[in-house]
């Protein structure tokens, strides 16, 4: 598994909360696909915290400054929480495209954002 540090698990906290909440929905099945990413990136409470005061500037920043492969598995994890509720909702699409040009993601679509989390993950 890649090695996330601290700050840059709470970028990604901020972020996947922007998306969950695009659609002005938060349904059972983004949690608990959010809390398997959370789980497996090994992040603590102190991470989450740090997450949910994050601005989306700083939490961009730090994203944009990651690795490529680090900025891919990012953009995959964002996809996937998308398509996980069975309604791929536009605004959640918007919302992930704008944050995919701001973080220089590489191009995917949601299958493919799947496949990729699908194959890190195990899941």
């Not at 700050?7 to 996947?16: D, F, G, H, Q, R």
Request: proline fraction near 1%; aromatic fraction near 8%.
């Amino acid at each position: 598994f890649m090695k996330f540090k601290s700050y840059e698990k709470s970028a990604v906290t901020c972020l996947l909360a922007l998306i969950v909440g695009a659609d002005g929905e938060i349904h059972e099945r983004e949690l608990a696909l959010s809390s398997l990413f959370f789980a497996k990136l090994g992040m603590t409470t102190e991470d989450l915290q740090a997450g949910e005061a994050m601005s989306s500037a700083q939490a961009f920043s730090i994203i944009s400054g990651m690795a490529s492969d680090k900025r891919k598995l990012v953009c995959a994890l964002l996809g996937d929480v998308i398509m996980v509720d069975g309604d791929v909702d536009a605004r959640e699409m918007a919302v992930w495209r704008a944050i995919s040009s701001i973080c220089n993601f590489p191009e995917m679509n949601i299958g493919e954002a799947h496949n990729i989390v699908a194959n890190y993950f195990g899941v």
